[in-house]
């Protein structure tokens, strides 16, 4: 004990910096029946501590059956974390909602837990007083055509059993059977003897209507028996009796799907269904080509997530969408499976304005209450202003002179009169130019169109989405219309477009070839565009036609 006691302050002195201390209570299950067992586990971070848990607030409803203790140390990013936990068998003595009172260890104390402990009839049968014993039970004989059903077999025995213990395989041909979760074990006392419990639960999911057949289900383990030792030595085997016990088989009753149901729409029998929506990042100030992820996440009570449909897709004018692969998930509870799916995809606006995102519906069973449901997301307006970093650069308002006053006439003569020196020394230039054969072209201050278009050649040959579209709205700074009006005017330039978009703004990211941009490019009329990009020719025309 000294020694367990030395390691925990080396590491409480050694871990850097301390997390925030807690004692938390947690149990195995919050839903049993009157006489069985439920483990209370009470877990401290905190090293400083080592006393016990005060049991007395326990012993006015419970009896504890065991205790023990566990000390964990995890290691994570090379800081160490010590915890203990405290593992508490309890056994309620009353029926009904049953609290479980905080508990402290040192300065700190644990939230009370509430338990449903429901009262079972005392049938006194043969199978009862035998020292192992199957029952099987289902939470419903009656239940709609691929709606839940849980089906929860118990094996108990009053004697002790080899760990070469085996349950028959679950098959029913007309239904699709999950297992919930791994086997546990408790203790439950019948005729006042205490009996070991191994539970396993399965979730049913008829596939007809009509009567479906549970098979019995059969146990089989090896008694743990007291043999001479000089008997067991000769005979070389584990001393012990093989013993097969089955269930009682069942009945369900499966009722199709009812006739109001729309018959349009996928067939959702769940307990309970939510649909929620995300936003990342908010759409509270958007502008045309920014990139929103919109998710859509529907989660049922009684459905896997298998059987969970896609739900509608955001398919509005003026709004890019380029959906990723749906997430779907299972979670495990004590009524059996919640199922969800989350579908997402990028919204990518290509216009300004108000744009009306319609509502999301999802039709569904309720079968807790035996009625059609429709659960909603409201309409959505999305405002889209426009980005300044997508417009083409425009010429420059020309300046408007006006005319000065009176009182400085004499400054407006003299300007006009040095621009008509001007003038006439700049005709007399061009006249003695006119014996010049040809000029130069005078060279370029800033990139010409034939090397953007080298530049945009070798980025779509590339396959580079990202250099090909700053390559691209440098081309279409240098054109007479804007890049949106040329697609808009050239369908296989605007279907380049969509896919150089598709992977600029996909969260899943994909290959993207570059053929076909640059073969749209060079394929628009040539009314449309400064240059034509399949001729290499950097002739000029004539400076004097004739």
């Not at 008997?231 to 089955?246: R, W």
Request: net charge negative.
């Amino acid at each position: 004990m000294s020694r367990r006691t030395t390691l925990l302050l080396l590491l409480a002195l050694t871990a850097g910096p301390a997390q925030a201390a807690s004692l938390v209570a947690s149990v195995d299950r919050s839903r049993l029946n009157s006489g069985e067992t439920v483990e209370l586990t009470v877990e401290s971070s905190d090293v400083t501590q080592f006393g016990k848990p005060d049991l007395s607030p326990l012993d006015a409803q419970f009896e504890v059956s065991g205790t023990r203790q566990i000390n964990q140390l995890t290691t994570l990013g090379g800081d160490n974390h010590a915890t203990t936990r405290w593992i508490i068998t309890l056994l309620p003595k009353e029926n009904g909602e049953v609290v479980i009172p905080p508990l402290q260890v040192g300065e700190y104390t644990t939230q009370p837990i509430t338990l449903q402990v429901m009262e079972t009839a005392s049938q006194n049968t043969s199978a009862e007083l035998a020292p192992v014993f199957v029952q099987a039970s289902l939470d419903q004989t009656t239940a709609y055509v691929q709606a839940q059903v849980l089906l929860t077999v118990r094996v108990y025995h009053s004697v002790s059993l080899y760990d070469d213990s085996s349950l028959t395989p679950l098959q029913i041909p007309d239904a699709r059977i999950e297992q919930l979760g791994e086997s546990r074990t408790y203790e439950k006392v019948i005729n006042s003897i205490r009996h070991g419990v191994i539970e396993t639960r399965y979730a049913l999911y008829p596939q007809r209507s009509g009567a479906v057949e549970i098979p019995a289900q059969t146990f089989s383990a090896t008694l743990v028996e007291s043999r001479p030792a000089q008997e067991n030595t000769l005979q070389g085997t584990k001393p012990g009796k093989l013993i097969h016990v089955s269930s009682a088989p069942m009945l369900l009753t499966v009722k199709p799907k009812p006739a109001l149901y729309p018959a349009d729409t996928p067939w959702l029998p769940a307990r309970s269904l939510t649909l929620t929506e995300s936003w990342n990042p908010e759409p509270a100030h958007v502008q045309v080509g920014d990139s929103l992820t919109r998710s859509l996440t529907v989660k049922a009570e009684g459905l896997s997530s298998a059987q969970l449909p896609a739900l509608p897709s955001t398919d509005i004018a003026g709004l890019r969408r380029y959906p990723d692969q749906p997430v779907l998930g299972n979670q495990n509870s004590d009524r059996g499976l919640v199922g969800s799916r989350e579908d997402r995809e990028a919204l990518v606006p290509n216009r300004v304005g108000t744009l009306e995102l319609p509502p999301v519906e999802v039709v569904w069973w309720n079968t807790h209450e035996d009625h059609l449901e429709r659960t909603s997301l409201p309409a959505r307006t999305l405002q889209v202003a426009n980005n300044p970093s997508l417009v083409v650069d425009t010429p420059a308002t020309p300046t408007i002179i006006t005319a000065p006053d009176d009182s400085r006439l004499w400054l407006w003569q003299l300007s006009t009169l040095l621009l008509a020196c001007t003038t006439l020394l700049g005709f007399g230039l061009w006249w003695r130019a006119r014996s010049q054969p040809a000029v130069l072209r005078a060279a370029q201050t800033g990139p010409s169109p034939r090397s953007l278009l080298d530049d945009l050649k070798r980025a779509t040959q590339a396959n580079d989405p990202q250099a090909t579209r700053q390559a691209l709205d440098a081309w279409a700074r240098q054109q007479p219309e804007t890049l949106a009006e040329m697609a808009a005017r050239f369908v296989p330039l605007s279907d380049a477009l969509d896919g150089l978009n598709g992977a600029l703004y996909s969260e899943g990211g994909h290959y993207w070839l570059g053929e076909d941009l640059w073969r749209a490019v060079k394929a628009i009329p040539i009314a449309d565009r400064e240059q034509d990009p399949t001729t290499d020719s950097t002739s000029l025309p004539p400076l004097y036609p004739k």
